[in-house]
């Protein structure tokens, strides 16, 4: 019988070599067989690199997890502080830095209520994390914290999905192949998955089903996700204070439209 999770948030994060496994930085990329999800991997690692030494530091990463961008950051010299609600993320991300050789503060905080007493010319809040937040009075929160963190000139830097409509009308008893990896004990790791979508509420409710040849379905992780569509994030940045500078519809920076998978954003706050 296989065994559900169904924690707050995203169970993964209660497991963070398996997360490692599943969404590696740059140095273990070989794992993930599928060519482009590798390269959209890599390009979101030089992504947020670039935007952070573009700021000179310090950054501050929001939902950090277990220090995927924080590690490479600040292994270019830039100070960097990474926050996150999930501990034993954090604990990995501790442990990978010290091995690195490089120091790197880490808080638990709640990305809607964090408070660190300093200001930064850089956020970012990357790979879906604002998606946890499934109410527009929770991403206010979110979006009023940030600023108070934010100095002057600086920069909100964040990515979430574009969601596909054809996506959110899948029928919720199919199942459909979402990844692959290569697990150093197990050999061919798959992931299937089930979701369905509430258009009244525009959260996801996902089921993640892990298997290898041998140990079918022999784990189930259950999530949801909030659905941010493109005019409506335009409106939620405007009430939270924020100009949108640039949208791009990848991390390779290539024009936002309607068949893009990202809306990768950077945003300011208004100078006078």
Known sequence: MSRVDSTP???LYSDPELYDLLFPGAGDSAAIPDPLRRDRMLAS???YLEEAL???GPVLEVACG???LTLPI???GLSIHGIDLSASMLDLARSKAQAAG?????SQADMRSFYLNRQFPAILIAGNSLLHLLTAEDLLQ???AVR???APGGRLIFDVSRWDPALLARDPAERYPVMRVNHPGEGDLSIDEQAGYDAATQVRRIAWFLSTPSKPDFRVIEYVLRVIFPDELLLLLSTAGFELEARYGEFTRIPFDSSSPRQVCLCSTPTT
């Not at 490089?102 to 880490?106: A, D, G, T």
């Open 9 to 11: 948030g995203c169970a």
């Open 45 to 47: 690692q030089q992504f």
């Open 54 to 56: 573009r700021s000179g």
């Open 66 to 68: 277990s220090g995927r």
């Open 74 to 76: 600040a292994q270019s």
């Open 102 to 106: 490089v120091e790197i503060p880490y």
């Open 142 to 144: 979110c979006l009023a």
């Open 148 to 150: 108070r963190h934010l």
